[in-house]
């Protein structure tokens, strides 16, 4: 519906509610112009709105005891207010900003996809294949307090949009008063005339009042909190993808630590091994006291590489007892070795995915959605608010009078406030909005590229850590042949001891580096699949029960 036939219309409504005034049918004829049905917009709801409101009001307005003449004029100014402020109301519409931005064909980092790799799903650590780290998972969702949090956020903002909302209904109150007065100078105290003596009076109303929003500020308010409920909904997503990833890279941080604990403690033995050896040498005559001090070294050196990796156990363990609300004493994590773990398949899919991939790219959006309606309730602000109040009901001086019809009365009142001077307040605060809206704009941008970056990032520390894996098993096992052949000259008192001490911290580093590689390994796999969104779609629910198990 175009905007001449919005304000048409309204008022054919007005001629058929007061056949009898011709003034009426003059102003139908009046032509207005006005934008394309596709440049106005959302102003179908406007002109349906005030159509059922003037229709909502006939019944009242029959009901009144004016006079033919101050209900004509009443009838045509609310015409002619309806006809003239739908024109504004069609125009304010403001567009969401472009965020123009390029997004890549593929990954630069992408390798070729397999036939059994797979997109990320939404229990992605099951491709892991550690039963007690899908517990855990599990369990983080229904008990993270971060989790609990951000929920409770989402509550406070659905209770900040239906406050938004408000605005547009109109509200309605329930008087009664009693007073009583007494005067013996034979007026009241604001100067009115009345008998000498006590006056009593009672009374009891209705009285309701609605603010017209022709501007769309009621209504762009509303949209703005419920764009932040949204944008508060993908935080939480955000939220447990994040607690998730936490979970997995807190997990395989106590694996790695119980692995070099136990190489370390391997270490040990085999150093200890060799400091006997030289000792019984050293008693035959065959070799320094330097040779036996060296690795009596090398022994306390391996020794006091355990209290650091056993602290750094207990630190993850306690993470992990955060992240599922207990006490760091009730939680017990069996732990094994990150060798047990598999690696999960995945493929990353096409950049262009990603944004509906993505939680915080999602919420970025929503923020920025919010944001474009809180301008437009700024502008609506430069523009005429009209409020019509309405009250109704009995007042007598006599309590039992109360509710007789003479007692009766109501009124009815229309206000149009027009701001004038304000010291520049409503301008400034266009200004803040529009700025915030720019601001977010650029967040939502950098949100999206680091997403892409986040993604290529990952798939190349896959790659980069898996070769690397590779070639330090190999290391791993030269330097034990190494170690081994040095261990027997040792033994068959042929071995040169130097070459006995270089090949154990040789075949000890390699082995300390291998499980440290082993953890990057397995953490790229984390951060890929949380650069991907881990599975994520909006409105995703988990098989798993629980409060907060939405991802």
């Not at 007005?14 to 009898?20: C, F, G, K, V």
């Not at 002109?47 to 209900?71: H, I, K, Y």
């Not at 993470?319 to 990353?348: D, N, Y």
Request: net charge neutral.
């Amino acid at each position: 519906m175009g905007c001449r036939s919005q304000s048409n219309e309204i008022l054919r409504e007005s001629a058929i509610l007061y056949p009898a005034r011709a003034d009426l049918h003059a102003i139908s004829g009046h032509n207005v112009a006005c934008p394309s049905p596709a440049q106005i917009g959302t102003g179908n709801s406007l002109a349906e709105t005030a159509v059922q409101g003037m229709r909502q009001l006939a019944p009242v307005l029959r009901f009144q005891p004016w006079g033919d003449a101050l209900s004509a004029r009443a009838v045509r100014a609310c015409a002619i207010l309806a006809t003239v402020a739908l024109l504004p109301g069609c125009i304010l519409k403001q567009d969401l900003p472009d965020p123009a931005f390029d997004i890549p064909a593929a990954y630069q980092k992408d390798a070729t996809p397999r036939k059994q790799d797979a997109p990320p799903s939404l229990d992605w650590w099951r491709g892991f294949r550690s039963q007690e780290l899908t517990v855990l998972m599990e369990e983080t969702q229904q008990v993270n307090l971060d989790i609990a949090a951000a929920t409770a956020r989402i509550l406070q903002a659905d209770a900040l949009a239906r406050t938004a909302g408000a605005a547009l209904l109109p509200t309605l109150d329930a008087n009664a008063s009693a007073t009583r007065s007494k005067s013996s100078s034979g007026f009241l105290n604001n100067g009115t005339a009345a008998a000498r003596g006590t006056i009593n009076t009672y009374s009891t109303s209705l009285s309701a009042s609605y603010e017209i929003d022709l501007w769309g500020k009621n209504r762009d308010a509303l949209l703005a909190a419920e764009k932040t409920a949204d944008a508060n909904r993908f935080d939480r997503d955000t939220v447990v993808l994040t607690s998730l990833a936490s979970v997995a890279n807190a997990y395989f941080q106590v694996l790695a630590a119980q692995d070099r604990i136990a190489t370390a403690h391997r270490n040990i033995a085999s150093a200890q091994r060799i400091y006997d050896a030289i000792k019984a040498r050293v008693n035959a005559g065959t070799s320094s006291d330097l040779d036996l001090a060296q690795q009596e070294s090398l022994l306390a050196n391996q020794r006091a590489a355990v209290p650091p990796l056993r602290q750094t156990l207990t630190q993850n363990i306690n993470i992990l007892a955060t992240l599922v609300a207990r006490p760091p004493e009730r939680i017990r994590v069996k732990g094994g070795s990150l060798s047990r773990i598999s690696a999960p398949r995945i493929t990353p899919g096409l950049p262009s995915e990603l944004l509906i991939q993505r939680p915080d790219i999602r919420r970025q959006e929503a923020q920025l959605a919010s944001a474009t309606a809180n301008v437009g309730s700024a502008r609506a602000q430069f523009f005429p608010s009209i409020q019509l109040t309405g009250q109704g009901g009995y007042q007598s001086a006599a309590l039992s009078a109360l509710f007789m019809p003479q007692s009766a009365f109501f009124n009815l009142a229309a206000g149009l406030t027009q701001p004038i001077f304000d010291a520049g307040r409503i301008q400034a605060n266009f200004d803040l909005t529009k700025a915030q809206q720019d601001e977010l704009l650029q967040t939502y941008r950098k949100t999206v590229i680091s997403a892409f970056s986040d993604v290529d990032t990952a798939l190349d520390a896959v790659k980069q850590t898996a070769d690397r894996l590779r070639l330090q098993r190999i290391v791993v096992a030269s330097s034990r042949r190494a170690f081994e052949l040095s261990e027997k000259q040792l033994q068959a008192g042929t071995a040169d001891i130097v070459t006995v001490l270089n090949t154990q911290q040789t075949l000890f580093q390699a082995e300390d580096t291998l499980q440290q590689v082993q953890l990057a390994w397995l953490q790229s796999y984390v951060s890929l699949f949380s650069a991907l969104g881990g599975g994520w779609e909006p409105q995703t629910v988990l098989t798993t029960t629980g409060p907060t198990n939405a991802l």
